[in-house]
């Protein structure tokens, strides 16, 4: 019977969903169609959207002097990220096959749509789609992490409310040696609700 732990995560699991789900909802109410991964803003929506766009010349007089000098070391961060997007990459590509762990969909965490919005000027589209791949790919690692440490040691921590990532409740409870020794070979191949739908996204 799952414990009060595993049913909190699952109506965690359960509140994202409809989250997404609602999010998706707003589509009408803001005239967008995603479409093939595009999104397409009905016209009447693209001239509105324009009216509240602000010039890159006042943006950039607007903006705080330290906001500006600071920007170099926000995009270094770009370094790390994609360094990190690369060998996450790799290392299911070559590993997961042989563990028996399900891949992750990369386009799944990835989001690059901001840019499709006309209230934007051209530094902060970028700014929104530097975002928008930095944590998609934070996200994206956090995944391959949790498969690979549901395989190596699915074993829920003592005290670490922050270290509950999605695959976190399939772990054993801390100090529960006699269920870990009798189970740990089956929940290192408990993957069948990954080929249940994942992240809901529109489909074409």
Do not use: G, H
């Given at each position: 019977m799952p414990n009060r732990i595993d049913q909190l995560l699952a109506q965690i699991k359960l509140l994202e969903r409809e989250l997404v789900h609602e999010t998706l909802r707003k589509e009408a109410e803001f005239s967008y169609r995603i479409r093939h991964q595009t999104v397409r803003f009905?016209?009447?929506?693209k001239v509105r959207h324009r009216q509240f766009r602000e010039g890159l010349g006042?943006?950039?007089?607007?903006s705080r002097f330290f906001v500006v000098v600071t920007?170099?070391?926000i995009w270094m961060c770009l370094i790390p990220v994609a360094l990190m997007d690369l060998v996450g990459s790799l290392y299911q590509a070559i590993c997961f096959p042989i563990y028996g762990i399900p891949k992750v969909r990369r386009r799944d965490y990835v989001a690059l749509d901001r840019h499709h919005l006309s209230y934007l000027n051209?530094?902060?589209k970028l700014n929104c789609d530097y975002c928008g791949y930095v944590n998609g790919i934070l996200a994206y690692f956090t995944e391959i992490a949790a498969r690979t440490e549901q395989h190596w040691c699915p074993i829920k921590h003592a005290?670490?409310?922050k270290c509950a990532h999605s695959r976190y409740r399939h772990f054993f409870d801390f100090g529960d040696a006699e269920t870990y020794r009798a189970h740990v070979e089956e929940v290192r191949r408990s993957y069948g609700d990954l080929t249940s739908p994942g992240p809901v996204t529109k489909s074409p």
């Open positions: 009905a016209e009447a929506a006042r943006y950039l007089r607007n920007a170099p070391v051209l530094v902060e005290r670490c409310l």
